[in-house]
């Protein structure tokens, strides 16, 4: 899914007169390619649902913070990208918050962020396939970089430049991991599309 025009200034998010409802209104718009992009990265849906609410919580944490000019989207993309590699690629024996329902000094007095299941109903339904399955597995072979930049693209359908944005380095980087990435799954998957080109004939 392509990024969004929409931008939200700082101007526009400080004087706001209920920054709650804001923030869920704009997450809205975003929470089910956030889930997918979560998915993709762990490979597990409960993972995923975990990753997704701890971003939006850390992302409402740093709401009044927001960079003028910056696309909401990308910012969140990026959060829930950040998150991903400090508890998994470091493999931190901590884990992740339970629920953003939870008290926190910072959300005294404010309702919680409500975030749907969205593992018992995806928008791509290949996830529950046999091919979903196989190109998850093979996403999760891929070195992290690779990984992170083929997801943006190939499944999130964003631009070279949106994913330099999220993962801040060049567009050159994100072409070549884009390619590297490209070729490493398609050898990982060869041997399943072969078998099944065979079978269907």
């Given at each position: 899914?392509?990024?969004?025009?929409?931008v939200?200034?700082?101007?526009?998010?400080?004087?706001?007169t209920?920054?709650m409802e804001?923030?869920?209104?704009?997450?809205?718009?975003?929470?089910?390619?956030?889930?997918?992009?979560?998915?993709r990265?762990?490979?597990?849906?409960?993972e995923?649902?975990?990753?997704?609410?701890?971003?939006?919580?850390?992302?409402?944490?740093s709401?009044?913070?927001?960079e003028v000019?910056?696309?909401?989207?990308?910012?969140?993309y990026?959060?829930?990208?950040?998150l991903?590699?400090?508890?998994?690629?470091?493999?931190?024996?901590?884990?992740?918050?339970?629920?953003?329902?939870?008290?926190?000094?910072?959300?005294?007095?404010e309702?919680?962020?409500?975030?749907?299941?969205w593992?018992?109903?995806?928008?791509?339904?290949?996830v529950r396939?046999?091919?979903?399955?196989q190109?998850?597995?093979g996403?999760?072979?891929?070195?992290?970089?690779y990984?992170?930049?083929?997801?943006?693209?190939?499944?999130?359908?964003?631009?070279?430049?949106?994913?330099?944005?999220?993962?801040?380095?060049s567009?050159?980087?994100?072409?070549?991991?884009?390619?590297?990435?490209r070729?490493?799954?398609?050898?990982?998957?060869?041997?399943?599309?072969?078998?099944?080109?065979?079978?269907?004939?």
């Amino acid at each position: 899914m392509a990024f969004t025009s929409s931008v939200q200034t700082l101007s526009q998010i400080k004087s706001s007169t209920n920054r709650m409802e804001l923030f869920e209104s704009l997450v809205k718009t975003y929470e089910k390619p956030l889930y997918q992009f979560a998915y993709r990265l762990c490979g597990n849906h409960h993972e995923a649902q975990d990753l997704l609410q701890e971003g939006l919580y850390r992302a409402y944490k740093s709401f009044a913070k927001f960079e003028v000019g910056t696309a909401f989207d990308r910012w969140l993309y990026q959060i829930i990208h950040n998150l991903y590699i400090d508890h998994y690629r470091k493999r931190k024996n901590r884990p992740l918050v339970s629920s953003i329902d939870e008290p926190h000094p910072y959300l005294e007095n404010e309702r919680p962020v409500e975030i749907p299941d969205w593992s018992f109903n995806p928008e791509d339904e290949a996830v529950r396939g046999e091919l979903g399955t196989q190109i998850q597995a093979g996403l999760k072979e891929l070195p992290m970089e690779y990984r992170s930049a083929v997801i943006l693209c190939d499944i999130q359908g964003l631009s070279y430049e949106e994913i330099a944005q999220i993962l801040r380095v060049s567009i050159g980087t994100v072409r070549s991991r884009i390619h590297r990435g490209r070729k490493i799954l398609r050898r990982i998957l060869l041997p399943y599309l072969h078998g099944a080109e065979v079978e269907s004939k």
